[in-house]
């Protein structure tokens, strides 16, 4: 079996593109403890079922994706314990942010992501998370955030449910019996053919009225999730986000923070700067931009009533080998 998908299978990655970031920092396999080790030299390599398997270097699979290695970074270097927090994470995605944020110990994770299906399944099902998917961060508003949340946590279900008790007893019923009944056998209360044709009619109505999404329905929380939290207010706001400027989505997230709330967010140059501004494959090569959207950013925040706390080096790259930042940020007591 290929080395990613053995690494994937057999639970040692999230996904292909972190198996073969392990790949390149060292794994190697053997079928039995007296045998030597094999290093795999690359993602197509084939790994023999039911070999023991060695990561050299298993920092990329502490979390679910590169991202939580680098909040990991962020939060260490700023000292910031999530201990018990409310956490907004926008810009979900698979996860990395969330499974960094609930290991060190957060209370909930509410997510974000203008996409659909990315989050992991792993972080899905873990009751401390809220995943909302399809909500653009830069039209978040806490009305629209408790609306979609709810959504995420509950269940549709018919108005009116359908009547099982009284429909129709088929003409001949009793036939199914084996055909064996008495003289005193009374078929009055048998239903009609038509009876029975008006009860299908309106049995197949319903149905498509269903499909159409016209029938009224009531939404009703999923069981176990009845007692979650939604109070658009946290206590930290982290996110990862591209093909748009902090300075377009900062203005959505500050009334969400709690008084004296942080924020937590990745900086990407080359979505703050002009096209013109970003070399060929979106590498911003000019180290010089890097002042001009930090001075950029730190204005949008004094424009929101946020203190810069720092401005950090992310410590790890991104995966296009641009450079990265973190804003740390706080909201006033008021």
């Known amino acids: ?16 593109s972190q198996a073969q970031r392990l790949i390149a920092s060292g794994v190697q ?24 398997v060695q990561l050299l270097d298993a920092a990329e699979a502490q979390y679910l994706s590169r991202g939580g290695l680098k909040l990991e970074g962020a939060l260490r270097a700023t000292g910031l314990d999530v201990s018990g927090l409310r956490c907004l994470d926008v ?8 499974d960094c944020l609930l290991q060190r110990g957060a209370a909930q994770v509410i997510g974000v992501d203008v996409g659909h299906g990315q989050l992991h399944e792993r972080l899905r099902g873990d009751a401390r998370v809220v995943a909302v998917e399809g909500l653009n961060a830069r039209h978040l508003s806490a009305e629209a955030l408790v609306e979609a949340c709810e959504e995420a946590l509950s269940e549709r279900t018919d108005a009116e449910p ?3 008790e009284t429909q129709p007893q088929a003409p001949y019923a009793w036939m199914r019996n084996g055909g064996m ?7 009055s209360g048998d239903a009609k053919e038509h009876e029975i044709e008006a009860f299908k009619a309106e049995r ?17 929380r999923r069981a176990g999730r009845e007692g979650v939290d939604l109070t658009p207010r946290f206590d930290l706001v982290t996110g990862d986000l591209s093909f748009i400027s902090l300075t377009l989505v900062l203005p959505a997230l500050v009334p969400l923070l709690a008084p004296r709330g942080q924020l937590l967010m990745l900086v990407k140059p080359q979505f703050e700067l002009q ?8 590498i911003v090569r000019d180290a010089g931009l890097y002042a001009e959207v930090e001075q950029r950013i ?22 296009d080998g641009n450079r990265e930042f973190f804003l740390h940020a706080t909201r006033s007591a008021a």
């Open 181 to 187: 009944v008495d003289d005193g056998y009374d078929d």
């Open 275 to 282: 096209p013109g501004q970003v070399g060929k494959g979106g």
């Open 29 to 52: 396999w053997r079928l039995a403890s007296t045998m030597p080790w094999t290093r795999v030299a690359k993602n197509g390599d084939d790994i023999p079922a039911g070999a023991q």
């Open 204 to 220: 197949a109505a319903r149905q498509q009225a269903r499909a159409a999404g016209s029938l009224p329905t009531v939404r009703r």
């Open 298 to 319: 730190r204005a949008c925040c004094a424009q929101l009533d946020l203190a810069v706390l720092a401005w950090l080096d992310s410590p790890i790259e991104g995966g």
């Open 162 to 164: 359908e009547d099982n």
């Open 1 to 16: 079996m290929r080395a990613d998908i053995f690494l994937v299978e057999g639970g040692h990655a999230a996904t292909r």
């Open 91 to 98: 810009g979900q995605s698979t996860g990395g942010f969330t």
